[in-house]
């Protein structure tokens, strides 16, 4: 069965340090994946999505950036962390094929203090 | 751009009371799928329902259903008989051509 990794937890981070989060998939190969936030307002935005190593959608505009170096890895990184930075992030995975649900992995909860 | 409103920010209902949840979406395009998800306090995204946009055929799963229009551009949900297990927040999404976009989700309360 497919699994879907999510680190760490929470995190608390000052303003001006580097991020980065980790997602790895398990049991499916090719995986489309995504990486979302969850602000205080709950709605969830996408900010990246992938098709395939080292194919990165950006869509919003921010201080972060993501990047796919293998197949079932998905990271989400910052240089320097912004109080609005702060939110709730979960990774997520489709099938290869489009318009498949997305299973989503537990969330990190980022404070940036 | 494709658009998911979910107009009710939050609900409270009394347990075994039925409750419905509305989304409307906007599209350009004629092929899409529609979706609905639970989170739960945990914060997971639970995935409750897929649904295409060339079957209207209502659906019924236990206590849950869901109706689609597409003529009003709505995939409501409604819980029946609802119950304290059922307190999450719900989100309704629209995915095309791979992107899965939510609406700002419906906060259920259900009390006992």
Same mark, same amino acid.
């Given at each position: 069965?497919?699994?879907?990794?999510?680190?760490?937890?929470?995190?608390?981070?000052?303003?001006?340090?580097p991020?980065?989060?980790?997602?790895?998939?398990?049991?499916?190969?090719?995986?489309?994946?995504?990486?979302?936030?969850?602000?205080?307002?709950?709605?969830?935005?996408?900010?990246?999505?992938?098709?395939?190593?080292?194919?990165?959608?950006?869509?919003?505009?921010?201080?972060?950036?993501?990047?796919?170096?293998? /197949?079932?890895?998905?990271?989400?990184?910052?240089?320097?962390?912004?109080?609005? /930075?702060?939110?709730?992030?979960l990774?997520a995975?489709?099938?290869?094929?489009?318009?498949?649900?997305?299973?989503?992995?537990?969330?990190?909860?980022?404070?940036?203090? | 751009?494709?658009?998911?409103?979910?107009?009710?920010?939050?609900?409270?209902?009394?347990?075994?009371?039925?409750?419905?949840?509305?989304?409307v979406?906007e599209? #350009?395009?004629?092929?899409?799928?529609?979706?609905?998800?639970?989170?739960?306090?945990?914060?997971?995204?639970?995935?409750?329902? #897929? #649904?295409?946009?060339?079957?209207?055929?209502?659906?019924?799963?236990? #206590?849950?259903?869901?109706?689609?229009?597409?003529?009003?551009?709505?995939?409501?949900?409604?819980?029946?008989?609802?119950?304290?297990?059922?307190?999450?927040?719900?989100?309704?999404?629209?995915?095309?051509?791979?992107?899965?976009?939510?609406?700002?989700?419906?906060?259920l309360?259900?009390?006992?």
């Amino acid at each position: 069965s497919q699994t879907i990794h999510q680190w760490p937890a929470t995190l608390v981070q000052p303003v001006g340090s580097p991020l980065s989060l980790e997602c790895t998939v398990e049991g499916t190969s090719n995986p489309n994946l995504y990486w979302y936030r969850q602000a205080a307002g709950r709605g969830l935005q996408l900010l990246f999505y992938s098709v395939g190593i080292g194919q990165i959608s950006s869509e919003v505009p921010q201080n972060l950036s993501a990047s796919r170096p293998q /197949d079932r890895q998905f990271i989400l990184s910052s240089k320097k962390l912004l109080l609005s /930075d702060s939110g709730f992030y979960l990774c997520a995975w489709t099938w290869g094929q489009v318009n498949t649900e997305a299973f989503f992995g537990q969330g990190t909860r980022l404070t940036v203090v | 751009a494709q658009k998911v409103t979910q107009a009710q920010t939050e609900i409270s209902v009394v347990e075994k009371e039925d409750v419905t949840l509305d989304c409307v979406y906007e599209t #350009r395009d004629t092929t899409y799928y529609l979706f609905w998800y639970k989170q739960p306090p945990s914060g997971e995204l639970v995935f409750l329902i #897929r #649904r295409n946009s060339f079957d209207e055929q209502n659906e019924i799963s236990g #206590r849950y259903s869901w109706n689609f229009q597409k003529s009003t551009s709505s995939f409501n949900f409604t819980i029946t008989a609802s119950q304290v297990v059922d307190s999450a927040v719900y989100f309704c999404a629209l995915s095309e051509e791979g992107k899965l976009i939510f609406g700002q989700g419906t906060e259920l309360s259900v009390k006992p």
